[in-house]
Structure formats: structure tokens, C-alpha cells
């Protein structure tokens, strides 16, 4: 059974940084699909980035286009949300799911506040 862990979460002042990763136990992560959303408090759930398991194809939100960088570490079955430019629209918890033929597995979320 797929375990994620995200971690790297935190306070940080408007245009600062943050890398949050997804640690994955269980599997080998690379078999899937990984996502990053984010939820920010009465909003929805939105997809923020995601990488594809077959061919490393990304994906981000206009919103986050130019400001943010998913990746993948293989050899430590993790992948990795680098955040840049951060606004205080970017405050949310951050989720990952991982995909593949339908099953799909969360993490438990971290919290990323952007505030001066």
C-alpha cells in the first residue's frame, strides 16, 4: 500500500521560497502520476502541478506558471514542489496524490502560510 508524507511547509514573507516534498513508502513512486493541490480555507481543492509517470510531462496552473517547479527524485522516492515568488494566494494546505489505473492515494497535507 502507497504511503505519501508531505513535509517542507511553513510561514514565509510575500516573495520568499519554499520546497515542499511528497515522500513516498510502500511502492516505488515513479510508477505514478503525482499531483500537487492545494486547498486555502472555504475554497475548493485545486490542482496546482502535477508530473506524469511515463514520460516526466509536466503540468502547472496559470496561477503558479513561471513561479513554481515540480520534480522527481527516483532514487529517493519523493517528489518535490519548488515554490518561488510566493504570494499570499498561495496560502493553503498543500496535498499530493499519486495516480495510476484509477487508485489514488493522498497525502495528509502541510500547511503553507505567506504573510508578512
Known amino acids: 500500500q502507497l504511503q505519501l508524507v508531505e513535509s517542507g511547509g511553513g510561514l514565509v514573507q510575500p516573495g520568499g521560497s519554499l520546497r515542499l516534498s511528497c515522500a513516498a513508502s510502500g511502492t516505488t513512486l515513479n510508477y505514478y502520476t503525482i499531483g500537487w493541490f492545494r486547498q486555502a480555507p472555504g475554497k475548493e481543492r485545486e490542482g496546482v502541478s502535477s508530473?506524469?509517470?511515463?514520460?516526466?510531462?509536466?503540468y502547472y496552473a496559470e496561477s503558479v506558471k513561471g513561479r513554481f517547479t515540480i520534480s522527481r527524485d527516483n532514487a529517493k522516492n519523493t517528489v518535490y514542489l519548488q515554490m518561488n515568488i510566493l504570494q499570499p494566494e498561495d496560502t493553503a494546505v498543500y496535498y499530493c496524490?499519486?495516480?495510476?489505473?484509477?487508485?489514488?492515494?493522498w497525502g495528509q497535507g502541510t500547511q503553507v502560510t505567506v504573510s508578512s
Open positions: 508530473i506524469s509517470r511515463d514520460d516526466g510531462m509536466t
Open positions: 496524490k499519486a495516480l495510476r489505473f484509477g487508485a489514488a492515494f
